[in-house]
């Protein structure tokens, strides 16, 4: 359709085209209800529907992929605004992500219902489901894949609340466990607390900067700063203000400290599926947001400004703390899903500290960190699947995911055993597995950008001494699982699906810390290349 | 002093009471009342703003419809009237330290911060602008919501359905 | 409609204005029916008069109590009805061409298009949601939810009474 005037605007048949998984996505949500409509409330006809609609997305996000091609496009705006929703090679990384692991929570959720469906004689605490389930799923991915393709502030202030919203709800999926429904309440008051410092945060840019598109914001941001470097180094303490509360939003949603409070709780009374989902996607989208805000602003400030080495150090205090906190919280839980809460975490603050680089003095340097996020990202969602699907197939079986129900695993299910001795393996960083390959990225992308900021080997050290740490409390489960054995305690019986999923994600992590090693190097500086830069607005008048 | 100006701090002063009220009260009912007149005062200072489909909206949804689910949850608490909602000495001191401290800090920014780096495009706020903006700039965010308002009905008839036997 | 019109904040002066009296009159009102009422009544206290039911039924517990959960789910589908009226008028606004004054007739039709199409993806989601609370029996207001009826704890068709004799009976059961 043609554009009339500037009160009428539809959007192309192009621009429709390049966002076609979002579009997959509501189309699935909505096919779930229709289906529902009329077939009645079965779950498993939505689980199959949902993961079609996962794999669909998966094939338009390729074409996607294919469209997008070297440079990042905006789009989903009228002519002369700025794009409301972007397209560029980070997000779709994303939105893949996104799918794929859609995909295997549907898949752990249909192994998990058989597993129940084989033994149970009346209805097992765990067991969630229905059409809502799947509606609620699909709607926090899209939420999620939002949240990292726009520089909208309002369009990202609403993606977090749809990734946040339905997320809250299923948490309490499970309406016969009070430790779900006490879970769910401390989600959603730490949920609201952080959207409202949020919303309040984007109202003040909004009156700093009149304007809610981030990347006029950063500029506008810059050119003061530069005029202000010129005479005395002043701080815009509004901007830092509205920065810092905008960030509260984001922390919450990666769980990094301060505001990681709510995430070993929910994660320990969320059914399994919903606890792999939020510990992946949850922290991904976050972390995603967060490196489009940084390179966003880090862009803008060309040679770095006085505001972007403060933002810098915020993050990589905030990270080193937060990977601090959750190592050594973690030492003492007696809970798998508790020790996995906190290993999260953890992982959350390494994955920060390459956030601490992008606001690098050389413009270079922005990709570094970006690509060893993304190397990280696609090792940690296989290793928390794997990890996470161990763990759930072993709860299932045993009705409690205290680590004694892991007591001689090894000769009772070495199927799991033994992957999941990978997975926790490759969580610590030990070569040969994809653990090390994520952390030797991210260690290398620190030391090359210490050049310019000396301070980031600080952050070296700390990972460092951290794995060190981490090492203690993920040997305790292997230790639990191959050192202790109870010879009353007899074989386990699980199903073959849950069985694949977790050795496929061992069998990967392996090849990643060997054979794709340097593939999966390339492959991610390849992602974080040619983002989504935004063009200098043609004029752009400061007030005195 | 101008009219304008006086209406502000009369009704800013209403609002500030009504919060302090909804926060100091140990009433659950009664902070709910004082919740409504806090958001209808908002919805005054809309309306001083002369951003009267805001102030409209803001009456209709947050003293209209918010209040109403909140007076439910209220309703379907079981003894939630009796209860008496306590803080304790040390929480009070606790929290009044860390609100006042950030009353200061927030207006010691507010005041050393001149102004607008960059002004607001248009001060058009009339409700076929708002129309406008909402079906062309803001259409993404537009059609989201829909989205978002779905998978809440959803969700909230999830959590309530009954349990099966 | 000269005070919507305005866009400056004298407007909204005014506005305030036309409130603030409109308000007083109606308080004044109120207070001098009120008055006026206390000089020509006689004034005979007593007892009986303070209670609930002046016809002599006794009152049996507290009026306080706990309403059904279903009615948790009407007050967010009102709700959302509420949020969606700041969306919808706005689009009504410009569909009925307010958004293009002077707007030739050939314009405002391709303007109706667009935001015909606009609405019915954003209500033809909504609409999905609504159609599937009233499929599965979300907003019955008397049967609840279909199946529940029989032997619930709960039922829609108890009286009150019964109802707080059994609520508390499952309090103290909890207790």
């Not at chain 1, 997000?91 to 929570?105: C, E, N």
């Not at chain 1, 990681?260 to 976050?286: N, Q, R």
């Not at chain 2, 005041?111 to 001060?123: E, F, M």
Request: with cysteine; proline share 4%; hydrophobic share 55%.
């Amino acid at each position: 359709m043609k554009l009339l005037l500037a009160n009428t605007w539809l959007p192309t048949s192009a621009e429709l085209h390049l966002f076609s998984p979002e579009l997959v996505l509501t189309g699935t949500i909505v096919a779930v209800l229709l289906v529902a409509l009329v077939a009645g409330r079965r779950p498993q006809l939505s689980a199959m529907i949902a993961l079609l609609g996962a794999l669909l997305g998966v094939l338009a996000t390729a074409h996607v992929a294919r469209v997008v091609g070297d440079g990042g496009l905006g789009g989903l705006a009228p002519p002369g605004e700025p794009p409301m929703l972007i397209a560029d090679r980070f997000s779709v990384f994303f939105k893949l992500f996104l799918f794929v692991l859609l995909a295997a929570i549907i898949w752990l959720w249909l192994t998990g219902t058989i597993e129940r469906r084989m033994r149970a004689t009346s209805r097992p605490v765990g067991d969630v489901g229905g059409p809502e389930f799947f509606v609620l799923l699909l709607t926090s991915a899209l939420g999620m894949m939002l949240m990292v393709g726009s520089l909208n502030l309002l369009v990202i202030i609403i993606a977090m609340e749809t990734a946040s919203l339905p997320s809250y709800a299923i948490v309490a999926a499970d309406r016969r466990s009070r430790l779900g429904a006490e879970a769910a309440l401390k989600y959603v008051l730490f949920g609201a607390a952080s959207a409202a410092i949020m919303v309040y945060g984007v109202s003040l840019l909004y009156g700093r900067f009149g304007t809610l598109d981030l990347g006029a914001v950063a500029q506008a941001s810059s050119l003061w700063s530069h005029q202000q470097d010129a005479g005395a180094t002043g701080t815009d303490w509004l901007f830092c203000l509205g920065l810092a509360a905008l960030g509260v939003g984001v922390v919450f949603k990666i769980a990094a400290v301060p505001m990681h409070y709510w995430c070993p709780d929910v994660f320990e009374g969320a059914p399994i599926e919903i606890t792999t989902w939020l510990s992946i996607a949850s922290k991904a989208a976050g972390l995603g947001l967060l490196l489009r805000i940084v390179t966003t602003l880090g862009g803008a400030a060309a040679g770095g400004t006085h505001h972007t080495e403060l933002l810098a150090w915020a993050i990589g205090i905030l990270a080193a703390v937060t990977c601090t906190v959750g190592n050594l919280a973690a030492l003492r839980q007696e809970s798998v899903k508790r020790i996995l809460a906190y290993s999260s975490i953890a992982h959350a603050g390494y994955m920060m500290m390459a956030a601490a680089i992008l606001v690098a003095p050389a413009g270079t340097a922005a990709n570094v960190g970006i690509s060893a996020v993304v190397a990280y990202l696609l090792v940690y969602l296989l290793m928390n699947v794997g990890a996470f699907g161990a763990a759930a197939l072993v709860t299932w079986h045993a009705g409690t995911d205290h680590l004694s129900a892991f007591t001689g695993l090894g000769r009772r299910a070495p199927w799991i055993a033994v992957p999941l001795a990978v997975c926790l393996f490759s969580l610590v960083g030990l070569p040969p597995l994809g653990g090390f390959a994520a952390k030797w990225f991210l260690l290398v992308a620190l030391g090359t950008s210490a050049a310019a900021q000396p301070w980031l080997w600080g952050l070296v050290v700390i990972a460092v001494v951290n794995t060190a740490i981490s090492l203690y409390y993920y040997v305790r489960i292997i230790r639990q699982m191959f050192l202790t054995d109870d010879a009353t305690l007899p074989r386990l019986q699980v199903p073959f699906g849950g069985l694949a999923l977790v050795n496929v994600c061992a069998v990967v992590i392996l090849l990643i810390g060997t054979l794709w090693f340097s593939p999966l190097g390339e492959r991610a500086g390849r992602l974080a290349s040619n983002l989504y830069v935004q063009p200098t607005p043609p004029a752009l008048t400061l007030q005195p | 002093m101008t009219g304008e100006a006086i209406a502000f701090y009369l009704l800013a002063a209403v609002v500030t009471a009504f919060a302090l009220g909804c926060v100091l009260a140990s009433n659950i009912v009664r902070m709910a009342l004082c919740l409504l007149g806090t958001l209808g005062g908002v919805a005054l200072l809309y309306f001083l703003m002369a951003a009267n489909f805001l102030g409209a909206i803001q009456l209709i949804v947050y003293a209209g419809g918010t209040l109403i689910v909140i007076v439910f949850g209220v309703m379907l608490t079981s003894r939630a009237y009796g209860t008496k909602l306590r803080v304790r000495p040390l929480e009070m001191i606790g929290a009044a330290v860390v609100t006042l401290a950030l009353l200061a800090g927030l207006t010691a920014i507010l005041v050393r911060t001149a102004g607008p780096v960059v002004s607001p495009s248009t001060p058009d706020f009339g409700v076929a602008q708002i129309g406008t903006e909402l079906l062309s700039t803001y259409l993404v965010p537009f059609e989201v919501i829909s989205v978002l308002l779905l998978a809440v009905m959803i969700g909230a008839a999830y959590l309530v359905q009954p349990e099966k036997k | 409609m000269p005070l919507l019109a305005s866009l400056d904040t004298e407007g909204g002066t005014q506005l305030l204005q036309a409130l603030g009296i409109f308000a007083l009159a109606g308080f004044l009102m109120a207070f001098a029916v009120l008055l006026f009422g206390k000089f020509l009544r006689p004034r005979l206290p007593h007892p009986e008069k303070n209670r609930a039911y002046e016809c002599g039924e006794e009152a049996v517990g507290t009026g306080w109590v706990q309403f059904d959960l279903r009615f948790y789910v009407v007050a967010l589908v009102f709700l959302v009805f509420d949020v969606e009226i700041a969306l919808f008028y706005p689009w009504a606004v410009v569909f009925g061409g307010g958004g293009a004054p002077g707007a030739s007739s050939e314009v405002l039709k391709e303007i109706r298009w667009a935001a015909l199409w606009d609405m019915l993806f954003f209500f033809g989601v909504i609409v999905v949601g609504f159609l599937y609370l009233w499929r599965f029996g979300y907003l019955d207001w008397v049967r609840a939810f279909s199946g529940r009826q029989q032997g619930s704890e709960l039922g829609a068709q108890d009286s009150v009474i019964e109802r707080q004799t059994k609520l508390e009976a499952a309090g103290t059961a909890s207790e």
